[in-house]
């Protein structure tokens, strides 16, 4: 399966801004999938995990604003920002979630190559 994530671009703090993750090569509709994010000079970092039935997880930093969803029937996973703000800022990554816990990068595969968001105050 491969993974592609589209949708960033430059957005108001305030404003609200949807990306999507859609997978080729076949269906990734009863795998979790993930999203992160890598800010400038940092380390990448969790952002939202769904199931596959689906169940939703959050890192604390963003809940409330941003809603991760799927639509099985696009092969697409989706993470709504809405109220976004400067400290949003980063390249977001969505991968499907294989072992381990749904934080650690490590047990993720099937990168897609990441959509640049910028949130201007």
């Known amino acids: 399966v491969q993974l592609q994530a589209f949708g960033g671009g430059l957005v108001q703090a305030g404003g609200s801004l949807r990306l999507s993750c859609a997978a080729s090569g076949r269906s990734f509709n009863y795998f979790p999938v993930g999203w992160f994010r890598q800010a400038p000079g940092k380390e990448r970092e969790f952002v939202a995990w769904?199931?596959?039935?689906?169940?939703?997880t959050y890192a604390d930093s963003v809940k409330g604003r941003l809603t991760i969803s799927r639509d099985n029937a696009k092969n697409t996973v989706y993470l709504q920002m809405n109220s976004p703000k400067p400290e949003d800022t980063a390249v977001y990554y969505c991968?499907?979630?294989?072992?381990?816990?749904?934080?650690?990068?490590?047990?993720?595969?099937?990168w897609g190559q990441g959509t640049l968001v910028t949130v201007s105050s």
């Open positions: 769904i199931s596959w039935r689906p169940d939703q």
């Open positions: 991968a499907v979630h294989e072992r381990g816990s749904y934080y650690d990068e490590r047990g993720y595969n099937y």
